[in-house]
């Protein structure tokens, strides 16, 4: 429903495109997720797991928030956890599934990783100067993540923060739209970034530990505040991905490894691991192809929209089965 109304908010043929295929995909979820009431983690089924990783490889690098809707996406399957076991592993499994996500800007930007690795063995001066900047970008977010991680998974991981989170970051993207515009932002290329700037970005990246955020928004509108065309923005905010996503892939998938295979089985999380490849590769194709003409805008009415749906199936005390019906 909410792609529908946001459909008509904007002309660009291949937005329509896109709109729809989630509308389908959420349809889809409509049509067979199952009742589980007396649900256990381990149930979770392999069309249930390729759902999450749909929704992980579309959401992880939209500014729209992959970590919330995949937490929305567990209350429409009815697998969301039940317990504080159950919910450590199913954030880590969120997590984990990220590694397809990484893979698919490995693959699509290999020859910028290909500049990186020559400049670490001094062959290519741009290659080193870039990976010194996401290096410094990265580093905000490894001591903050170390510090609150468990107190941002207690206290932040459920839908009222993510709610206001979603509203918040709407109206933002909104305010300043005109910086996200690629015909009125002709700011500067990657190569031109100062390891201040980088420092900038990571700070504010930060900010998306906050579920909901979104790491693409906070990178994104942190380049292009430090001065960075809307095209090098998103450039810097998918290979800072890469080593902040892949650290917490390392990190969670290192702490509950075991516990993910013993809840899911083997087949559920190599599943969502290669939907989410697929999917992420479709996703960043078209939103480079979208910001090369578009701004933000039409992101954050669908999170203003999103966030207030959301929002009054909560205050109306309407159970989660039910939610469906709406998505």
């Not at 290096?135 to 903050?144: N, Q």
């Not at 918040?168 to 700037?197: A, F, H, Q, S, Y």
């Not at 999380?269 to 960043?284: D, E, K, N, R, T």
Request: net charge positive; aromatic share 10%; hydrophobic share 55%.
């Amino acid at each position: 429903m909410i792609c529908i109304v946001v459909l008509y908010l904007d002309k660009g043929k291949k937005l329509k495109k896109v709109l729809f295929i989630i509308f389908l995909f959420s349809l889809c979820i409509s049509l067979f997720a199952q009742d589980t009431k007396d649900f256990e983690a381990k149930k979770m089924n392999t069309f249930q797991a390729a759902v999450i990783g749909v929704v992980e490889g579309i959401t992880e690098y939209l500014p729209v928030s992959s970590t919330a809707h995949i937490i929305l996406t567990q209350k429409l399957l009815g697998i969301a956890p039940k317990n504080e076991a159950e919910k450590n592993v199913a954030d880590a499994y969120a997590v984990c599934i990220q590694l397809g996500a990484i893979i698919a800007v490995l693959g699509l930007y290999w020859k910028r990783f290909v500049k990186i690795l020559k400049g670490i063995v001094g062959k290519d001066k741009e290659g080193l100067a870039l990976l010194v900047n996401l290096i410094i970008a990265f580093i905000p977010a490894v001591i903050l993540g170390l510090i609150f991680d468990d107190m941002i998974k207690a206290k932040l991981f459920n839908m009222w923060p993510i709610v206001v989170a979603w509203i918040v970051g709407g109206v933002v993207i909104l305010l300043v739209r005109k910086g996200t515009d690629p015909k009125l932002n002709k700011g500067k290329d990657i190569e031109e970034m100062t390891k201040l700037d980088a420092l900038k970005i990571g700070v504010i990246q930060c900010i998306a530990m906050w579920p909901g955020v979104s790491r693409s928004l906070t990178t994104i509108l942190g380049g292009i505040w430090t001065g960075l065309s809307v095209a090098a923005a998103v450039e810097f905010s998918f290979l800072l991905g890469v080593i902040t996503l892949g650290a917490a892939t390392l990190y969670d998938g290192y702490k509950y490894a075991g516990d993910i295979f013993t809840y899911y089985g083997v087949l559920s999380p190599i599943v969502g691991l290669i939907v989410a490849f697929i999917s992420a590769v479709v996703a960043i194709k078209w939103l480079v192809s979208y910001l090369n003409n578009h701004g933000l805008q039409i992101f954050g009415w669908y999170r203003i929209a999103l966030g207030i749906i959301v929002a009054i199936l909560i205050i109306c005390n309407i159970p989660a089965d039910a939610w469906k019906v709406v998505f």
